[in-house]
């Protein structure tokens, strides 16, 4: 049992002890930010004179060896080590000899897990945030090929207003938008280094922490070294973060579910992202959807455990902190792959665009411009939206959409309207008639969608 510490113990700690206090089977992910942390360590210590240039050089060189013989499989990082700092050191000092005994000088797990799990998340934030921007992107050439594609808009799942599939498309990238912003408002809070902190108090050795940070790609170092350690607030903000962005797709994914139905038929989801039954033949169904919905609450899972955990931790660090690593790291596998897969499958999806604009407008989603039209002939709106109520139920009654409805069935409901009801309530007047930002009208859209692409570029 490979430990970093003994000298005041006795006798070996119990094997259920040792396996349950140790890290090494989930803090191996961050193999390469502890090897990253403690090259800059070193520079910065002979920098400093604590260590001489041959020292630095040779530890920098065992250390490199060791990073070279992982990656490639020639190494391999096993449980006889109590957590991956045990590891890269006993390993090293094997290498090297007493000189990498000095590695850890002016330095204590504390600040150094600290460090490699901040590094690391920071990474992963990155990498969230570029599979963002793949899916706004997905999302844009949408966007610009279905302008004048029309649908139903919905509340309360219910059919309310003429939209375009440009429009509904773009509430989404404006979500995932957001999700980004949060991965940038992440990164800069988190963007400290805590290396140097020691346990809690610092060190006697004269540390340039300017130096590490700066190293580190760091802003600068941490300015509490007990805050240092025992901070876990980015990695409580990053899985907020990754939550909000199951949450996101979730409801898109819930919405492709409903398009995907035989109801609803709107769209068809590609052979590569479906899957059939073994017992009924016809059936294709939409299990990534339904994965990326369910997995949703695997990630929330994760932000409640680390906010339960930490919320009656004492100053600096306990043990506790230790929980910290596995559901994160989950939760970052998990919706990584998430919208990886969503990405591709709403990038090969194919849109029903016929189907979707029948429905808009047998779905009476003209009712309001309906209104409008007698509104803008002198009607108060609040007689406008009776008489229209009445008609929409006339409609039912006969089985017919609004523009189905003869001069004569519109004259019986009211005498105001004349024979241009009909171009007032087409699916093409009433989207492109909404011409404020944010509306779905073409002229509209295509601004939104000028800025959508200025910003990708950015």
Partial sequence: ????????????????????????SFDQKFFHQDVEGSIAHVVMLEKQGILTLEEKDAIIKGLTSIREDVDSGKLEITDEYEDIHSFVEANLIERIGDAGKKLHTGRSRNDQVALDMRLYTRDEVMAVDELLKELLTVLLDIMKENTETYMPGFTHLQKA????????????????????????????????????????????????????????????????SMDSVSDRDYIIEFLSALSTIMMHLSRFCEEIIIWNSNEYQFV?????????????????????????RG???????????????????????????QEDKELTFDAIDTVKGCLALFTGMVRTMKFNKEIMADSA?????????AADYLVNHGVPFRDAHSIIGKLVLTCIEKDKAIHEMSMEELKEISDVFEADIYDAVSLKTCVEKRLTIGAPGPDAMKKVIALCESYLKE
Avoid: C
């Avoid at 049992?1 to 090494?24: C, E, H, P």
């Fill in 361 to 369: 407008m047998n779905g009476f989603t003209n009712a309001t411009d």
């Fill in 295 to 321: 997995k949703t609450g695997r990630v929330y899972g994760a932000l409640m455990s680390i906010l339960t955990t930490m919320k009656g931790i004492p100053l600096a660090y306990n043990k506790d902190m």
């Fill in 161 to 224: 207003q003429p939209i375009t599939l440009a429009h509904h498309m773009s509430a989404y990238f404006e979500m995932f938008r957001r999700d980004r912003s949060r991965m940038n408002d992440i990164f800069n809070r988190m963007n400290y280094s805590p290396l140097g902190s020691g346990a809690l108090a610092g060190t006697t050795y004269p540390l340039d922490r300017d130096y590490t940070a700066s190293l580190l790609g760091f802003e600068g170092p941490t300015l509490n």
């Fill in 1 to 24: 049992m490979a430990q970093l510490w003994g000298g005041r113990f006795t006798k070996d700690t119990d094997r259920l002890v040792y396996n349950f206090n140790a890290s090494i």
């Fill in 268 to 292: 068809e989801i590609d052979d590569a992202y479906s899957t059939g039954s073994s017992i009924m033949p016809q059936k294709k169904n939409p299990d990534i959807a339904e994965l990326v």
